[in-house]
């Protein structure tokens, strides 16, 4: 218990502890914003390069496909370099990715500088659950919910502000410029990590790619344990159908002769997440490791996406709410486990292998989603994936164990 409160380098100061959870609520809102300003301008991108929609799924998957090759090997990084670093590293490449695909407007530069983008937000995800371990090992449910808070505000910022700006001030094909817009406040939160966040005072220890292959998961009473891979089987699948809608929306309303939908539709996917993530700040304890949320939230996304396509274009933003809603709630439940059930020395290696199934298994959603779009030339056929995911979601859900007591009294 002394260890523990020793970690917790914010408890004795509480203008510390407030500045540091500022600080990780800004660098999730900029995580966000950068990769989340490209599905509103996907028409426009199509258009202007010449995209097939099955380039067109690759290019809106293809963070997921980098952040999900590269998690793992960054959470070996982090246990011998520490969290701090790694979060500088990734804003740096955050912001060189999103400024450099306005400087060279072609296919490949995108592709290659978006992959780069991606590279950056895993390097700083992948680290801030091992930071808030260390830096709040006794607040890691508030900690997580307000990081997870400033991720949904950058998704909503990136989806509901990128299309007045550019139209508004940018001009009215400036997609390039848009893209340099959102890199500045990278630049800025950057500056203010490396001036304010705390320093790594916790010991790192290396961990072996064979133990983190052998884990069998910290908590025991259901049909499958909690460990890393089923951790990112759900966290995959949650992400499949929250970033195949956000890639597929446009072109869909498009395709449909409703593109006046668009925006409003975008719009409540990603502003229905703020209002749920801030419950789940105030209900974690009551909500983590359960199977209900699991269940009753991929069943409702299940119902969303069909009702997307079965129903008038009229009522998307109806299923928006209840889509952005749901995953983001499964999201918050998963993305706080590792530091709840791993020990100190495994938070990073859990984390990484978590967001690598998780990204890998969800990069298949929008590509996928592309190429039966080509081959059948049915629009729905964008939503499918979608559609599977959120079925995999409930029977995960219905496989979890019940809530580990050790988790429930950390938060």
């Given at each position: 218990?002394e260890?523990?409160?020793?970690?917790?380098?914010?408890?004795?100061?509480?203008?510390?502890?407030?500045?540091t959870?500022?600080?990780?609520?800004?660098?999730?809102?900029n995580l966000?914003?950068?990769?989340?300003?490209?599905?509103?301008?996907i028409?426009?991108?199509?258009?202007?390069?010449h995209?097939?929609?099955?380039?067109t799924?690759?290019?809106?998957s293809?963070?997921?496909?980098?952040?999900?090759?590269?998690?793992?090997?960054?959470?070996?990084l982090?246990?011998?370099w520490?969290g701090?670093i790694?979060?500088?590293?990734?804003?740096l490449?955050?912001a060189?990715?999103?400024?450099?695909?306005?400087?060279w407007?072609?296919?490949l530069?995108i592709?290659?500088f978006?992959?780069?983008?991606s590279?950056g937000?895993a390097?700083?995800q992948?680290?801030?659950?091992?930071?808030?371990?260390?830096?709040?090992?006794?607040?890691?449910?508030?900690?997580?919910?307000?990081?997870?808070?400033g991720l949904?505000?950058?998704?909503i910022?990136?989806?509901?502000?990128?299309l007045?700006?550019?139209?508004?001030?940018?001009g009215?094909?400036a997609?390039?410029?848009?893209?340099?817009f959102w890199?500045?406040p990278?630049?800025i939160i950057?500056?203010?990590w490396?001036?304010l966040?705390?320093?790594?005072?916790?010991?790192q220890?290396?961990?072996s790619?064979?133990?983190?292959?052998?884990?069998s998961?910290r908590s025991?009473?259901g049909?499958?344990s909690?460990?890393?891979w089923t951790?990112g089987?759900?966290?995959?699948?949650?992400q499949?159908?929250?970033?195949g809608?956000n890639a597929w929306i446009a072109?869909y309303?498009?395709?449909i002769?409703a593109?006046?939908?668009?925006?409003?539709?975008?719009?409540?996917?990603?502003?229905?997440?703020?209002?749920?993530?801030?419950l789940?700040?105030?209900?974690a304890?009551k909500?983590?490791?359960r199977k209900?949320?699991f269940i009753?939230?991929?069943?409702?996304?299940?119902?969303?996406?069909?009702?997307?396509?079965?129903t008038?274009?009229?009522?998307?933003?109806?299923?928006?709410?209840?889509?952005?809603?749901?995953t983001?709630?499964?999201?918050?439940?998963?993305?706080?486990l590792?530091?709840?059930?791993?020990r100190?020395?495994?938070?990073?290696?859990?984390t990484?292998?978590?967001?690598?199934?998780?990204y890998l298994?969800?990069f298949?959603?929008?590509f996928?989603?592309?190429?039966?779009?080509?081959?059948?030339h049915v629009p729905?056929?964008a939503?499918l994936s979608?559609?599977?995911a959120?079925?995999?979601?409930?029977?995960?859900?219905?496989?979890?164990?019940?809530?580990?007591s050790?988790?429930?009294?950390?938060l």
């Open positions: 218990m260890k523990k409160l020793k970690q917790d380098l914010t408890k004795s100061q509480p203008w510390r502890q407030a500045l959870l500022g600080l990780l609520v800004l660098i999730g809102i966000r914003t950068a990769l989340l300003a490209v599905p509103p301008l028409p426009l991108l199509s258009h202007d390069l995209l097939s929609y099955t380039e799924g690759l290019l809106t293809l963070p997921t496909l980098v952040m999900g090759a590269v998690s793992l090997p960054i959470g070996f982090i246990g011998k520490g701090r790694m979060v500088s590293i990734g804003l490449l955050v060189l990715g999103a400024c450099s695909r306005a400087l407007p072609a296919i530069p592709y290659i978006t992959a780069l983008l590279l937000s390097c700083s992948t680290a801030i659950p091992l930071l808030i371990r260390q830096w709040f090992s006794t607040r890691i449910g508030l900690a997580t919910a307000l990081y997870s808070d949904v505000i950058g998704e910022l990136g989806a509901m502000l990128t007045p700006l550019m139209l508004n001030w940018l009215q094909d997609w390039a410029s848009s893209f340099v890199s500045i990278v630049v950057l500056l203010l490396q001036w966040a705390p320093a790594n005072d916790v010991e220890k290396a961990v790619f064979k133990s983190v292959l052998s884990v998961g025991g009473r049909l499958v909690v460990n890393p951790l089987l759900l966290v995959g699948g949650v499949l159908i929250y970033f809608m072109s309303n498009q395709s002769h593109p006046g939908q668009t925006w409003l539709a975008l719009s409540v996917l990603n502003a229905a997440q703020l209002p749920v993530s801030l789940a700040t105030l209900f304890r909500l983590v490791g209900l949320p009753v939230c991929g069943t409702l996304c299940l119902l969303a996406v069909a009702g997307w396509i079965l008038p274009a009229f009522l998307e933003p109806m299923w928006a709410a209840l889509i952005g809603g749901t983001i709630l499964i999201y918050i439940l998963a993305i706080a590792p530091a709840l059930l791993a100190q020395e495994e938070v990073a290696a859990w990484g292998t978590m967001l690598t199934v998780g298994f969800s298949l959603g929008p996928i989603g592309g190429w039966l779009w080509d081959l059948t729905a056929m939503f979608s559609i599977l959120a079925g995999i979601v409930v029977m995960l859900g219905s496989l979890l164990p019940i809530r580990p050790a988790a429930a009294e950390q």
